[in-house]
């Protein structure tokens, strides 16, 4: 091995230090966005983590699992893959017309709507994925055995259903008369975005296909799963 490589990858077969390395990017596409693949809260003394998608209820959720004390960890990293999970799961489109709402108050916050021409409407669906709120959801549970998963939708059932699944591990609680989760879609910039985008996919239906067709493997995973509290 090269004598620039860092001592720990020196001793590290060529080939499953090129895996690591690839990994390790892939793990970290959206790190300068602020979220890295993997991301998820857990204890020593449990045998589940909850693994954090975006724009799934998490801004709602972490702060509750804090009250528990959970901790932030890195299921890839952390090598906790021998843990149960918790994932929360959005339909698909729902969860895009959040994100992208959320991306463009977070960079193009003085957007308006004539800046929104037939061009840039055709580049946003173009495109689709923009930051880690817009990314397939599949990717964020990515090593993970979906069997040992519990499943919640993240729906009007959602504050319920945490409770209640807290409470068989942890104790009783009152997370399910907590404030709504979709926090973020409160603000009046997310909204005016979301209705903006929103009205676009039903103006050109070709829209909405494509960003069917793009989140495909979301779909089939929502579909193949079992929900907890269903």
Request: proline share 5%; hydrophobic share 35%.
């Amino acid at each position: 091995m090269p004598n620039s490589l860092p001592q720990d990858l020196s001793i590290v077969p060529r080939r499953e230090w090129q895996t690591q390395t690839r990994d390790s990017i892939f793990h970290q596409h959206w790190t300068p966005r602020g979220h890295t693949f993997g991301a998820c809260m857990s204890r020593p003394n449990t045998d589940w983590m909850y693994v954090n998608i975006p724009k799934n209820a998490s801004s709602w959720t972490k702060p509750l699992l804090l009250e528990q004390k959970f901790e932030f960890y890195n299921y890839h990293s952390d090598k906790l893959y021998h843990k149960k999970a918790l994932v929360v799961l959005r339909d698909p489109v729902d969860r895009w017309l959040s994100g992208i709402a959320e991306y463009f108050t977070l960079y193009y916050p003085h957007m308006a709507a004539g800046h929104f021409t037939p061009s840039v409407f055709d580049l946003v669906f173009d495109r689709v994925t923009f930051d880690d709120h817009t990314e397939k959801q599949v990717k964020f549970i990515q090593g993970l055995d979906t069997d040992h998963c519990t499943f919640m939708m993240c729906d009007d059932k959602y504050r319920q259903n945490f409770s209640n699944f807290v409470r068989e591990r942890m104790g009783d609680n009152r997370y399910d008369r907590y404030e709504y989760q979709h926090v973020s879609d409160d603000s009046p910039e997310r909204r005016q975005f979301k209705i903006l985008l929103n009205e676009a996919m039903l103006d050109r239906p070709k829209y909405l296909e494509q960003i069917k067709n793009y989140f495909a493997a979301d779909y089939r995973l929502i579909e193949q799963v079992k929900f907890y509290g269903r």
